[in-house]
Each structure stands twice: as C-alpha cells, then as structure tokens.
C-alpha cells in the first residue's frame, strides 16, 4: 500500500512538473512564432534601437520603453531592496513579538493589494508630493520607482525572512560565544549565511517590478521618449503593450507581439544572470 502511494505522489508530481513546463514552452512557441517574423519585417536594429513609436507612421522603435523599463526597476531596486532585506533582519532578530504580530499580518496585507490600489495610492499621494517640491507634473520615472519599491516589499520581507529563519540558530550561538555583539552576529554571521535566500528574494521581487503594468500606467506618464531626469515621463515595455493591444491591427499587433518577446527575452537573461550569481555566492 504504501508503495502504491509513493508511485501514485510521484506521477502526480511529475505530472504537475510536466504541465508547467508545456505551459512554458506554449507561451515561448506563441510569443516567438507572432512576434519574430514582426521584428525581422521592422527590422532588427530599427526595433530595439529605434527611438520612435509612432504606429500610425509604421516606425516601431522600442529603445524608449527599454530604457524606461530598465530605469523603473532600478529605481524601484534602489528603494525597496535595502528596506525589504533591513525589514527581514529587524523582524528576525530585533523585533518584539507584540510588534511582529502587527508588523506580520500588515506584510501580508501589502502582498494582497491589487495593483490598481496601488495606483490610486500613487496619484493621490506621491504624484501631487513630487509636483509641489519639483514643480514638475509628478508622472515620472521617480514616482513609477517610488511605488514599485513599495510593491515589491512584501516578496523581499517574506522571503528574506525565511531565509534568515533557516540559518541554524548554532551560527548565532557561537558567534555570541567567541565574543560577537548582538549586531555583528546577525549582520556578519546569519546574513552572509542567507545571502542565497536574499538574493532569490531580489529576483522575485525585479520580476514583480519590470513586469508591474496597471500601477505603472497611472504615474508614469506613458511618454514614448527616452527620459533625460528623473522626473521625466516614461512608457514601460508593458505599458506600452496594455496602452494600444485594443486596438492595434495588422503590423501594429505584430510589434507588441514583439515587444512582448523582447520584455519575455529581458526576464529571461536577468534570471540566468542571478542565477549564475546565486551559484557563486554558494
């Protein structure tokens, strides 16, 4: 009996493992299949390197919303990694349990936000923020990074947090043994040892920024020109797939189509990049 439930969980799992690789091998054959033969028809070098988006004029530069994407996630790694990854470290080590039992379920609470709140957020409260102390129209690359640093804690604190949990609680033992302070144990001794957890917890959380559209859209300014500040507006690569998919034909489609499979390929190698970083780091 019990091997028969060992072989039955196993063809489950395998099962399971299989369907989410045909997924993944369906969205590639769809993505590819539409949008290279666009990209070759546009050109290469004019699609990624072209700086003009004006569909109605068939020019399909997408230069700007990779440039676009690419400052977002930045700004947005900026803001929220360091107090995604300091969040995790105080509620592990420094913080009282009546403050974890808020701190904990409010955590949670952020993860749960739709995006379109997120939003909202955004323009009621950073946009009108930016604009009085730069009196600029506040949609820009800073506000779109400010409220992506924001999205992404949740994914840096939960993970992190466990990855620091999983450390053995000996590592902290005998650093306090050989005469380490409170501090420098955590910091010198539990967070290296987690760095692999942290790091995962880094990943997720770009992947939730660079492909973050609903939010993005309403503070950003969706201008199809490549920002010259911080304060300047900016399309994203999903933005700009969200914005004209509804209405686009023909060509037009086949170079969201392509977009799409730029920003799929964009992901791809940031993954295989840490990915390689993660195995050094162990």
């Given at each position: ?11 489950v ?26 990209i ?9 390197l ?25 700004g ?71 409220l ?27 650093a ?25 917890s ?81």
């Amino acid at each position: 009996m019990q091997e028969l439930k060992e072989k039955i969980a196993y063809i489950v799992f395998l099962s399971s493992a299989c369907v989410c690789i045909l997924c993944v091998g369906l969205i590639c054959f769809f993505l590819f299949s539409n949008g290279i033969p666009a990209i070759k028809q546009i050109g290469f070098s004019d699609f990624l390197l072209g700086d003009i988006w004006k569909p109605l004029d068939e020019e399909f530069g997408i230069f700007p919303m990779i440039i676009g994407s690419i400052y977002v996630t930045a700004g947005a790694i900026i803001f929220g990694v360091p107090i995604g990854v300091l969040s995790a470290v105080f509620l592990t080590h420094f913080c009282s349990d009546k403050i974890a039992k808020i701190l904990n379920p409010a955590i949670n609470l952020l993860a749960g936000i739709p995006s379109i709140v997120y939003g909202f957020f955004g323009l009621v409260v950073f946009v009108p923020l930016i604009q009085n102390i730069f009196g600029t129209s506040g949609k820009g690359v800073l506000c779109a990074s400010l409220l992506l640093g924001i999205m992404i804690l949740p994914t840096i604190i939960s993970i992190s947090k466990a990855a620091i949990e999983a450390v053995p609680k000996n590592y902290y033992e005998g650093a306090l043994a050989l005469g380490a302070s409170h501090e420098r144990s955590v910091f010198f001794i539990l967070l290296p040892a987690a760095k692999s957890g942290i790091l995962t917890s880094i990943i997720l959380g770009i992947g939730r920024a660079i492909g973050e559209t609903m939010a993005v859209i309403m503070i950003a300014g969706n201008q199809a020109i490549i920002p010259q500040s911080i304060l300047d507006g900016v399309r994203t690569l999903t933005a700009n797939i969200v914005l004209e998919m509804g209405y686009a034909t023909d060509l037009h489609r086949e170079a969201l189509l392509g977009t799409a499979v730029v920003l799929f390929v964009f992901i791809l190698i940031i993954n295989l990049l840490f990915s390689l970083i993660n195995k050094g780091v162990k």
